[in-house]
């Protein structure tokens, strides 16, 4: 990879630490084996690639989701207005919900938020949530939105990192996230490629949020972040706009693109950062899917507990999208907590095909 010249930044010296996220999930709940039955039931017996399909399920890693609608309704073919209808709907109550509860793990009130950002690729809303949140949940009116909508699974590290260079460039700010996606809306019953149903084993719906404080307070204090574009990516992942709603593309060579790239782009952030991999001491990373991870412990030669909170993300409840990065954070504050001062390195995927990085410390006032 072509190396160019680009002068290391500094840490900022102004705090902007991650709060306990919240996570916030549908009521339907689709275990493996029931997705296995239903791919039997809906394919049928002699669709050509069944048995490398039940193969892919048993194997991704994802063990349950969570779904808005029943797995029948999920079935049922609908447009494109009647799913994004549905999207509103769920969105306003599962994003309200995370939002409030993200406030009270932070001990904040709405009035004390200067920056509300929302993530979603799933759905169209305009107005965005983050306008609705504001009458409805009592924030200020002269509360700063910027909804993000076409990152797909990295939106959620990329809203972290705005989020940072928020509190950086306004010292003592507070910055709500509040990322919200409903992967199951974008499933097409008709629709049998085979990428089109390696998602379906992959995606579920949920929301997740957090705080961002500009102040010393306990959580992950993030020091810099940086973004990556891969060369010629543009297919590898993304949404197709139909009639009937998004169709998901997702090519193929992702995981050997990741095998061969992703070393050396991560490599260079931690040396512009002066940080080697052997520095660090956990990891938040985005469960895009079983290959990639492994390829990560791989690069990192992780051992297996190291990257535990994104298996555990992707086992209980799959690939969130842009919601993921925050539920492998709330595993990390609740199931392996670091100790006060550790290292870590936060890292997601998205259409581009692009890398979301950041660094930071523990800090446990």
């Known amino acids: 990879m072509r190396r160019t010249s680009r002068r290391k930044r500094p840490p900022s010296s102004f705090p902007a630490v991650v709060c306990r996220p919240v996570v916030v999930l549908p009521s339907n709940v689709l275990t493996r084996e029931d997705l296995a039955n239903a791919a039997k039931a809906h394919l049928g017996s002699k669709f050509p690639h069944l048995r490398r399909l039940l193969a892919i399920i048993s194997n991704s890693g994802v063990e349950r989701r969570y779904l808005v609608q029943s797995l029948a309704d999920t079935l049922r073919p609908k447009g494109l207005g009647a799913r994004n209808d549905l999207f509103i709907r ?31 690729c799933t759905g169209i809303m305009i ?3 983050c306008a609705y949140l504001l009458p409805g949940l009592g924030f200020r009116a002269d509360t700063k939105r910027l909804p993000i909508t076409e990152l797909g699974c990295a939106a959620g590290a990329v809203a972290l990192s705005r989020a940072r260079e928020f509190c950086q460039a306004y010292p003592g700010a507070n910055v709500l996230i509040v990322a919200t996606e409903l992967c ?19 995606f579920g719906d949920g929301a997740a949020a957090c705080v961002v404080r500009g102040a010393e307070c306990p959580g992950f204090s993030l020091e810099t972040n940086d973004s990556f574009l891969f060369p010629d990516s543009l297919k590898y992942m993304g949404f197709d706009v139909r009639d009937s709603g ?3 593309l997702l090519d193929k060579g992702i995981p050997e693109a990741v095998e061969r790239q992703i070393s050396p782009v991560f490599n260079r952030f931690l040396e512009d950062n002066g940080v080697q991999p052997r520095d660090i001491d956990f990891f938040c990373l985005h469960p895009g899917g079983r290959r990639i ?27 969130l999208s842009s919601a993921s990065i925050f539920v492998v954070l709330k595993n990390l504050f609740e199931r392996h907590r670091p100790s006060a001062g550790d290292t870590g390195f936060l890292a997601a995927f998205g259409p581009g095909f ?3 990085m950041c660094l930071g410390r523990w800090a446990d006032k």
């Open 127 to 129: 107005p965005s949530l």
């Open 184 to 202: 199951s809306l974008t499933f097409q019953p008709g629709d049998a490629s085979f990428q089109a149903l390696v998602g379906a084993v992959l």
């Open 293 to 319: 991870l492994l390829e990560i412990e791989r690069v990192f030669d992780l051992e297996p507990e190291q990257a535990a909170s994104s298996w555990e993300c992707l086992a209980e409840v799959g690939n």
């Open 246 to 248: 998004l169709h998901l």
């Open 354 to 356: 692009s890398a979301e």
């Open 90 to 120: 769920e969105v306003l109550q599962l994003g309200k919900q995370a939002a409030l509860e993200a406030l009270e793990a932070a001990d904040l009130s709405p009035q004390d938020v200067d920056l509300i950002i929302t993530t979603s």
